[in-house]
T-cell receptor
Framework: DAMVIQNPRYQVTQFGKPVTLSCSQT?????MYWYQQKSSQAPKLLFH???????NEADTPDNFQSRRPNTSFCFLDIRSPGLGDAAMYLC?????????????FGPGTRLTVL | GQNIDQPTEMTATEGAIVQINCTYQ??????LFWYQQHAGEAPTFLSY??LDGLEEKGRFSSFLSRSKGYSYLLLKELQMKDSASYLC??????????WGAGTKLIIKP
């Protein structure tokens, strides 16, 4: 089945210790998104890629970086996690065919910062 | 500014019908999405409306009124597994999704 996969599902890191979250997709979609979602809040878009074109949201902290080495994979790097970065991180994809694409989400990675 | 408003929490009884409302303000409009999100899991797509009216999909229906900036999600024959958060998201002129915080639906036996 075509899907969006995120690893790991649960990640624990220490304050200030860099961490990388990964996302892969078998949908062959052009667009990949990273969202941060805290409890009972709306998902907050951090950035997205249209193919190799990187689009950073204006209010995304510099602490968050992303890489997309190929169509299938996308990584979220948190350079120095703070306690406020504890959240669910959601990866999503859309076809990028134009117009109102539906976004399809992976299962998420829950990040705990100690 | 852009904004999505929906109730924080609703309670309904198994077997009943519930309507979850959403009002939106977006810069331009390219449609309205509803997603279901179970606790600790990712959102899953339920419906998309871009024209006025009701779209029915099994037990779930979604309605849109563009002139009123209003949508609702209607869930019929409620089951316990429908207990989840329901997220409303409007798509703006840049095809970006503006998300609501979600409505937590509690189903009681």
């Amino acid at each position: 089945d075509a899907m969006v996969i995120q690893n790991p599902r649960y990640q624990v890191t220490q304050f200030g210790k860099p961490v990388t979250l990964s996302c892969s997709q078998t949908l062959n979609h052009n667009v990949m998104y990273w969202y941060q979602q805290k409890s009972s809040q709306a998902p907050k878009l951090l950035f997205h890629y249209y193919d190799k074109d990187f689009n950073n949201e204006a209010d995304t902290p510099d602490n968050f970086q992303s890489r997309r080495p190929n169509t299938s994979f996308c990584f979220l790097d948190i350079r120095s996690p703070g306690l406020g970065d504890a959240a669910m991180y959601l990866c999503a994809t859309s076809s990028g065919a134009g117009g109102a694409d539906t976004q399809y989400f992976g299962p998420g990675t829950r990040l705990t910062v100690l | 500014g852009q904004n999505i408003d929906q109730p924080t929490e609703m309670t309904a009884t198994e077997g009943a019908i519930v309507q979850i409302n959403c009002t939106y303000q977006t810069s331009g409009f390219n449609g309205l999405f509803w997603y279901q999100q179970h606790a600790g899991e990712a959102p899953t797509f339920l419906s998309y409306n871009v024209l006025d009216g009701l779209e029915e999909k099994g037990r779930f229906s979604s309605f849109l009124s563009r002139s009123k900036g209003y949508s609702y999600l209607l869930l019929k024959e409620l089951q316990m597994k429908d207990s989840a958060s329901y997220l409303c998201a409007g798509m703006d002129s840049n095809y970006q999704l503006i998300w609501g915080a979600g409505t937590k639906l509690i189903i009681k036996p």
